[in-house]
């Protein structure tokens, strides 16, 4: 059975930092395509990165520079680097795995987890 476990979200200010952490049990991170969404109140749910292996990553343009997405073999986790957060990153971010289709589109995942929320204040 297939579980992602989401943690690190929390309250920032602007210009703060965070980092999330997806902790994965019943498959191999760094042999699926991993990836972060994020969906806040009213709107849909948006790609923000993703990662396959060692370093094909993807990333929604409104994140780029600012966040990173990697992945540990080891502890078997992928994580987001939040930098330099603005209001507008304020939603319940999700940690999804196993990818067949567009990295950045949710329907292309299978497994999810329960999300994490990251509020940023002005």
């Known amino acids: 059975q297939v579980q992602l476990v989401e943690s690190g979200g929390g309250s920032v200010q602007a210009g703060g930092s965070l980092r999330l952490s997806c902790a994965a049990s019943?498959?191999?991170?760094?042999?699926?395509?991993m990836g972060w969404f994020r969906q806040a109140p009213g709107k849909e749910r948006e790609g923000v990165a993703s990662?396959?292996?060692?370093?094909?990553?993807y990333y929604a343009d409104s994140v780029k520079g600012r966040f990173t997405i990697s992945q540990d073999s080891a502890k078997n986790t992928a994580y987001l680097e939040m930098n330099s957060l603005e209001p507008e990153d304020t939603a319940m971010y999700y940690c999804?795995?196993?990818?067949?289709?567009?990295?950045?589109?949710?329907?292309?995942?299978?497994?999810w987890g329960q999300g994490t929320q990251v509020t940023v204040s002005s």
């Open positions: 999804a795995a196993r990818c067949i289709g567009n990295p950045l589109r949710a329907y292309a995942y299978s497994y």
């Open positions: 019943g498959l191999t991170v760094s042999s699926n395509r």
């Open positions: 990662i396959f292996g060692g370093g094909s990553t």
